[in-house]
């Protein structure tokens, strides 16, 4: 039976930029693979109004998760209503409960943005919440068992709120799925247009490359990489459960460090 993967980010796009090479990679190593974002992005817009472009969003997302085949959850708030509080977690807990992943994709507890850190929060909690039945969900599901290994992925742009780079466990090779991410990144033509005017990012595609090549640098084997870091498993999995490792071995590396040299040619294992 296929391990189920969930990525669960906090706005149309950021899977795209932090975590969709590696997601890529799960579906082609024969993953179950979906895909939601907690908000809805209304907030992103200079022109249209939050209705009209969380609309336009929401369709930007679906066509970037039809591209690999993954299953679409739809967001949940709008925009910078990401509140670590029982209602919204609740409802995140059932998707979590439905889906019942074996890998879990989050975002980095440590970002630029509350919306990205607060969207960890809600997802690592609903997962150490997936098997207890005093735990109440809405809508309500029953609990499920099992393990579920979580994993966070790099903060927007590599660096947290102090623009200190944050520095992964390991990393993901996506250099043969960089043009496919490039592909899913490229539905979002309407946040594009956003960030050209509110943070002045020109090149969209290619911002996303920089992220990925600086990853790529890090570990001195590949152009293009994901950084990721292993949640501590208690009360989620095994202690030595490390499934995305597991399935993406020959993608796997970690970090050269300058007195490694010995070893620069040997991967994780």
Known sequence: M??????IAAHPDDIEFNMAGTLILLRRAGCEVHYMNIANGSCGS???D???????????????????????????????????EKGLLARVGSILRMV????LLVPSPQDYMEDHMIACRLAVTAAFCRNMRNFPVDPPRAPVDGDVSVYHAQPHGNRNSLNHLVQPDFFIDIG??????????????????WLEHSQGVNAYLNTM??????????TNRCKFAEGWRRH????????????????????SLEQVKPDASADADNPRC
């Open 2 to 7: 296929a391990l189920r993967v969930f990525a």
């Open 176 to 193: 043969s799925a960089i043009e496919e991410k490039a592909s899913m990144l490229a539905e979002h033509k309407s946040q594009k247009e």
């Open 232 to 251: 501590n498993p208690l009360g989620l999995c095994a202690a030595a459960a490390d499934p995305l490792v597991d399935l993406l071995r020959e993608h």
């Open 100 to 103: 019942a992943p074996n890998i």
């Open 50 to 84: 939050a209705e009209a472009i969380a609309a336009l969003r929401l369709q930007e997302a679906k066509n970037a998760a039809g591209r690999i085949g993954a299953v679409f959850h739809p967001p949940l708030v709008p925009d910078i209503e990401i509140f670590y």
């Open 209 to 218: 490359r920089n992220f990925a090549g600086e990853m790529g640098a890090l």
């Open 46 to 48: 200079a022109s249209l």
